[in-house]
């Protein structure tokens, strides 16, 4: 199977859901001649032409607009932020009408579109270009989101967001997109709300989104090492729809959680999960519920602080540490 | 200006203080570095220092008195300066009211409102804390819904090092196992019982599998119920008031068991099953005896000894929640059937609380079996106006000697009498005892 990058992956993956679907295709600032601000879209406006991969304007409210508006009339837009803090200027697009168009339509319009970029912190770009929006997407009824961790997963649920009918929130990491993983050639999708345990273990579920899932794997492997812990780690790849099982099922077995996620702790998305886990495995928990998140301020634009900010293997490690 | 001393923050986790002890009076020169008074903190009790040099104003908080971290508790100014007013909340009530030490957790309840004085003095010195001087009649109003404590002072941290520490997870297996948890020491943080300490000590198996069988004790306090209240009063009654005097007589019993077996084989031979009980016997055998010896079935009425022309039998019925006495009337008339089915309707009745008043009262001799708990002997208290009750116990292999001064197994029934002396002497009830053990010794005599 070949071994390919994040980046590679995702640019399969709208490669080919562009061959396989006439209505796809891409829009955002710097997608078309750029290439786009990370590659990630390469070589899609030599294949497509600029019919089907546009330059926008610097104008989130506008483009996101017309991509919405481009899906109510059945195309299946692919929007490009090129840093999922610039959706904010197009909130109201996407957070209001985005998520409530099928509903307040009676189910008449669907709204097929992807909003996908990167979502993380960690590469000394400031307060205004670092943020982790998935937890407040994903409290948005309407909106489904998901934060693959490897090119394989990148691949699989890229393509599964794009033949979805509802807007789906792709949050990519740019520290993720030279990562290299297995991916196979032949066309694969993977369902939306699934976990997947990344690898099994026994004594601690560590349960993580994202990059973070690869700090985990990391954590888990050094647990083992050095301390004999055999930690389990729960990908959750998808936030909306959220797999509740295999996170309940892996801390009935464990009896231990800690959670990991780059989102700022209060109101994050393991605030949820951590609910959901006190609420249906109480009776199997024999430690407290430990989050790993980032430091609870305004991203740190120094580079030293911020590497200290945002989840780390020894952090997690330590937080482990504190209930085995 | 005075300056209001707070409540300081004596440690990270303190949330609010009890004052000690003040080591100032209100009116004291104070310098800085002195000891103000002493702190009780959730940790320890620490010193109060003086910061300022002046006069103790005001004290807010009385000794014994809480008070939340930055809440006054003192005032420091200038000599004569008038100290600012504050509302004292619930907290800082002091540990003891003069007029009242203790008071009740109703009171505490309603203080929110205007508790009235418990003395009946109204201008009863109400504490310098409260404040509203307006209103000497009541206590600090408090506003309504804000909770209010005892003001006793407790140990901060009382209720929490209590708390027994156990995960979710280790309190279900230990319930599974029934294995209480405060025998297992936890292992986790701060001494929390993790689930490896509640499967280590079923490991040990020392607590685990006797505590699952064994209930731990419990501790209730149970209002008294009114046949409670009853059985106390009259026992209490007989016992001090009666003088009592005891005599027993071991009897034979095996012809007794004979007739009772050979009776209860041919009621079954012949188609009408049932069961004569042993105490069936001896309330006939009573009734006989008491014939007999009609001295026994009297009472004491102060000025005359009522030596009564039937006998009611009475009989004791344990229930769960105490004990009855229904009365089987004129005894002496009935035959051993009519006294069996009476009793054990009484019986039936007893259990389900359906006995009306006159069917447990007017009884001229009682009589109490615990054979069937296999007591050996015992003497009840007397069942006023009754001279006299009979308590059986259960019948029990001994070694006899016969009439042939060879040693053999006996089935021996022991017999105690209660009597009341005011009524009947030594000779009466012993004479009753030989009657009663020769009817049940030759028990063709108790059908005579």
Redesign the interface.
């Known amino acids: 199977m070949p071994v390919i990058t994040y980046r590679d992956a995702i640019n399969q993956a709208l490669a080919e859901e562009l061959q396989r679907d006439p209505n796809v295709l891409i829009m955002g600032e710097e997608v078309g001649q750029y290439k786009g601000a990370y590659k990630v879209t390469r070589g899609l406006l030599d294949q497509f032409g600029p019919d089907r991969v546009l330059d926008t304007p610097i104008s989130e409210a506008g483009f996101t607009g017309l991509g919405i508006g481009a899906a109510m009339m059945g195309l299946r837009p692919v929007v490009e932020f090129m840093f999922w803090s610039f959706c904010y200027v197009a909130f109201d697009q996407v957070f209001n009408n985005a998520a409530n168009i099928r509903y307040m339509s009676g189910g008449l319009i669907n709204i097929p579109i992807v909003f996908r970029g990167p979502a993380n912190g960690g590469t000394n770009v400031g307060a205004t270009h670092s943020h982790t929006p998935e937890n407040f997407a994903a409290n948005t009824p309407g909106l489904k989101v998901i934060c693959p961790a490897t090119p394989y997963d990148a691949k699989g649920l890229m393509k599964s967001a794009i033949r979805d009918n509802d807007p789906v929130f792709v949050m990519e990491n740019t520290v993720l997109y030279g990562n290299k993983g297995e991916v196979p050639e032949e066309d694969y999708v993977i369902p939306m709300g699934v976990a997947e345990v990344k690898r099994a273990g026994t004594d601690i579920s560590l349960i993580a989104h994202g990059r973070c899932v690869i700090l985990c794997l990391e954590a888990a492997k050094a647990l083992a090492d050095e301390h004999g812990i055999n930690a389990e780690v729960v990908d959750i790849r998808s936030i909306r729809p959220l797999d509740e099982e295999t996170i309940l099922e892996s801390v009935r077995k464990t ?1 231990r959680a800690v959670l990991v996620e780059e989102n700022k702790p209060f109101c994050g998305v393991d605030a949820q999960i951590s609910h959901i886990i006190q609420d249906k495995a ?6 407290p519920i430990k989050r790993v998140s980032s430091i609870d301020a305004p991203q740190i634009y120094s580079m030293p602080l911020e590497k200290l900010q945002i989840p780390s293997v020894e952090r997690i490690i330590e937080t482990v540490l ?2 085995t | 200006m005075p300056n209001i001393i707070e409540m300081p923050k004596l440690s990270d986790t303190m949330t609010e203080g009890t004052v000690v002890n003040w080591l100032k009076n209100e009116g004291d020169k104070v310098e800085n570095g002195d000891i103000l008074a002493e702190i009780e903190t959730d940790k320890a009790t620490q010193e109060l220092e003086c910061f300022d040099d002046g006069f103790l104003l005001k004290i807010y908080i009385p000794t014994g008195g809480k008070a939340p971290c930055g809440k006054p508790i003192c005032a420091i100014g200038e000599e004569g300066e008038k100290a600012p007013k504050f509302e004292v909340t619930p907290e800082a009530k002091p540990a003891s009211k003069e007029a009242d030490p203790e008071p009740s957790p109703k009171e505490t309840e309603e203080e929110g409102e205007a508790p009235e004085p418990k003395s009946n003095d109204k201008t009863a010195p109400k504490d310098a804390s409260k404040s509203k001087k307006s209103a000497p009649a009541k206590a600090t109003a408090e506003p309504k819904g804000k909770p209010t404590k005892p003001p006793a002072p407790k140990p901060a941290s009382s209720s929490s090092s209590q708390r027994l520490l156990a995960s979710p997870l280790a309190r279900r297996i230990a319930e599974e196992e029934g294995i209480p948890l405060d025998v297992i020491k936890g292992s986790g943080p701060k001494g929390r019982i993790v689930k490896s300490d509640v499967l280590a000590a079923k490991e040990q198996g020392v607590i685990g599998s006797a505590a699952a069988v064994i209930p731990a004790l419990e501790e209730k306090l149970t209002p008294i119920s009114n046949i409670r209240e009853v059985i106390a009063k009259r026992l209490l009654e007989s016992k001090t008031q009666i003088p009592h005097f005891y005599i027993e007589k071991e009897i034979d019993a095996t012809p007794l068991l004979q007739v009772r077996a050979a009776i209860n084989d041919r009621f079954k031979k012949y188609g009408q099953p049932y069961r004569f009980t042993v105490n069936d016997y001896i309330l006939k055998a009573a009734a006989e005896a008491l014939r007999a010896v009609p001295g026994m079935n009297a009472s004491w009425e102060g000025d005359q000894i009522h030596q009564h022309g039937s006998i009611h039998l009475a009989f004791g019925v344990a229930l769960e929640d105490g004990l009855v006495t229904p009365v089987i009337r004129e005894a002496e008339t009935k035959d051993l059937l009519a006294i069996s089915r009476e009793a054990r309707e009484l019986i039936d009745k007893a259990r389900s609380k359906k006995l009306t008043p006159e069917e447990m009262s007017g009884s001229t001799f009682t009589v109490t079996n615990l054979g069937m708990f296999g007591v050996d002997s015992f003497y009840g208290i007397i069942n006023p106006p009754n001279a006299g009750i009979l308590s059986v116990g259960g019948v029990f292999n001994k070694p006899v000697v016969d009439a042939n001064e060879n040693i053999i197994v006996g089935k021996r029934m022991t017999l105690g009498l209660s009597c009341d002396h005011r009524t009947v002497d030594g000779a009466i009830g012993a004479l009753f005892l030989q009657a009663l053990s020769e009817n049940l010794e030759v028990p063709s005599l108790m059908f005579v």
């Open positions: 009896n109480f009776d199997y928990l024999d430690a504190e209930i």
